[in-house]
């Protein structure tokens, strides 16, 4: 015989400046905001989060958007010519380069991931 037992936990973590949880309704970023706003299909996270910082470093440096990922401006042309796809791939070395954690926590806090 087979005896298996189940209990559900909830934990509850008190905001800022308790810890360093921020509760919903204090988290004042562009991207976080945009997401419950404009995706409601999408559920915010952090590394969805920095996939749209992405985004937008190639939107003002290259002209263009990255196709693998989600498009967030309008009028903006997908990234298709050689000069588009160096460019691309140089803000994607740039950034993968950088302390992306570090210098976007203020942009893309931590969501659900928790």
């Known amino acids: 015989m087979i005896l298996i037992r189940l209990r559900k936990e909830q934990i509850t973590k008190i905001p800022y400046p ?9 988290i004042n970023s562009f991207f976080y905001k945009f997401v419950q706003e404009n995706l409601p299909r999408y559920e915010y996270t952090q590394q969805l989060c920095l996939l749209l ?3 937008k470093r190639v939107s003002e440096q290259c002209k263009c958007y990255a196709t693998d990922v989600l498009n967030i401006y309008e009028g903006v042309p ?7 796809m160096n460019c691309l791939y140089e803000e994607y070395y740039s950034y993968l380069n950088e302390d992306i954690w570090e210098k976007y926590s203020d942009d893309c806090p931590l969501g659900n991931e928790l």
């Open 78 to 84: 997908p990234c298709k010519k050689n000069e588009d």
């Open 53 to 55: 910082v992405f985004q």
């Open 18 to 26: 308790y810890s360093n949880c921020i509760s919903k309704n204090d």
